[in-house]
């Protein structure tokens, strides 16, 4: 009895581990997205004809099916012995048939004496995400100098017929930068500064109002020699005074991070960087949207706007969401985002409407109204077009209606409006301009058009009074 209890207590605790390791696997494969999670090790062999890279996934499952993009100038390209391996220009497939799979090209170059830059010179797997990638460079040149990456380097070796170097971190197609004159390194807590002389970092330059823990690698080059860019982890700036570019960066890999944008609304980053992080702006259009939302809105306000910002970290932020978040902040309709989608600039202004449906005689009309000041206001034209009225603008702050015998003159830098060529004078800011657009207040409208305004939570009607 006490070997059969033994047994059922085994084979309890074998079948928990399975069930344990299974439902890892599923997991990992949910929350990749479908995307392999491997290691890779890219070996580059340099020399005066250019390069040599052969670039080994480990760990793939047999079967595997993975879609590759190559360099633009990769040659003579071949994969693992026993994978199916199908090339076409600059790109491919391969079907793995073991547990690793190297690709391996050539890329013909003709190398500067002084620097070089490599940039998307690997190939990219489209099914793949590399938990950790080692480049292992071998110089058959041996013109010395230095090669830089955006991730660590590990070695470097100046032997008798090769120099040799090692980088390893996580990155998955890390930039490479090499220069004949050597510069001197400085560590930092978010990564490494290479420049010519030794570099006095300035106060606070990591200082970030969130964790930097999960923030990637960051490597500088201070130097005349190569324009100023920023690559994948890796940053060139021309000299000391530039290095407050790490903090901006730092914040917006952070935003980038931890915020999904659509494709064609990637600048919206920058709006975020800036309202949230207080970020230089890479997009002088968001620093403008990010002055006309903060204007309109309370100090109690404001701090909402923030929190709610805040709340969209890990889910989609696009301009719909963004109009929708402001909105529910301000208490009333904006399609500010909607309308500032494109990046160019300059940016739209912020309008705010009442978002309820408005219908003359029953009928949904497509122009919305205004609330200020405790006031229902309604667009001029547009409401005395919906209302069966010709329309003529004589002047800036003038216009002429007519309906059948009916003829109206607004005049709004007199306050003043002819019914039929009767003066009546209006009180001031009976007539007024929002945002680019003359407004009339409700009880004005009622009085001059003889429609009565209706309103209820879902909509605002305009009905004759039959007059």
Not at 204 to 231: H, N
Not at 448 to 457: W, Y
């Amino acid at each position: 009895m006490k070997k059969v209890l033994v047994f059922l207590l085994l084979l309890t605790a074998v079948s928990g581990v399975l069930l344990t390791v299974q439902w890892i696997g599923y997991e990992k494969r949910s929350s990749a997205s479908q995307k392999v999670i491997t290691n890779q090790t890219i070996e580059i062999d340099v020399k005066e004809s250019g390069f040599m890279i052969k670039q080994t996934l480990a760990s793939v499952s047999e079967g595997t099916n993975l879609t590759m993009r190559l360099p633009a100038d990769a040659e003579e390209v071949s994969c693992s012995k026993g994978d199916t391996c199908i090339t076409s220009s600059q790109s491919g497939t391969i079907t793995v048939k073991g547990e690793n799979v190297s690709i391996q090209y050539t890329i013909p170059a003709s190398l500067s004496p002084r620097s070089f830059l490599l940039n998307n010179w690997q190939a990219a797997f489209e099914e793949m995400t590399p938990a950790k990638t080692t480049l292992l460079i071998t110089d058959h040149t041996k013109r010395g100098g230095q090669w830089i990456s955006s991730i660590e380097q590990k070695a470097a070796k100046q032997l008798s017929e090769i120099d040799f170097y090692s980088f390893e971190g996580e990155a998955e197609r890390p930039p490479l930068f090499w220069q004949k004159e050597r510069l001197k390194e400085t560590q930092f807590s978010g990564g490494a500064i290479f420049a010519r002389d030794t570099v006095q970092l300035p106060s606070g330059l990591m200082d970030m109002p969130f964790s930097t823990e999960d923030l990637p690698r960051q490597t500088v080059v201070i130097s005349s020699d190569i324009k100023p860019q920023q690559l994948d982890g890796l940053l060139f700036i021309r000299q000391q005074s530039d290095l407050n570019t790490i903090h901006t960066n730092a914040v917006y890999t952070y935003v980038k991070k931890h915020f999904i944008f659509p494709a064609d609304e990637q600048w919206m980053a920058s709006f975020l960087a800036v309202s949230l992080y207080n970020a230089k702006p890479m997009y002088m259009k968001a620093a403008e949207m990010k002055e006309q939302v903060t204007d309109i809105l309370t100090e109690q306000e404001e701090k909402k706007w923030e929190e709610a910002l805040l709340q969209l970290k890990g889910k989609e932020v696009n301009a719909v969401k963004l109009d929708q978040v402001l909105s529910a902040v301000k208490g009333a309709q904006t399609n500010f985002f909607k309308e500032n989608k494109s990046s160019r600039p300059p940016s739209l202004p912020l309008v705010f409407f009442d978002g309820r449906l408005v219908t003359v005689e029953d009928q949904p009309v497509s122009f919305h109204v205004k609330t200020k000041n405790g006031l229902l206001y309604i667009p001029l034209e547009d409401a005395a077009k919906a209302l069966g009225f010709s329309v003529q603008k004589v002047s800036p702050q003038q216009w002429r209606m007519k309906k059948g015998v009916d003829v109206y003159r607004f005049d709004a830098a007199r306050n003043q409006v002819y019914v039929n060529n009767h003066p009546h004078l209006l009180y001031e800011r009976a007539l007024d301009q929002i945002d680019g657009i003359t407004y009339i207040d409700k009880i004005w409208f009622q009085k001059v058009f003889l429609f009565e305004v209706k309103e209820s939570n879902e909509a605002i009607e305009l009905t004759s009074y039959g007059l």
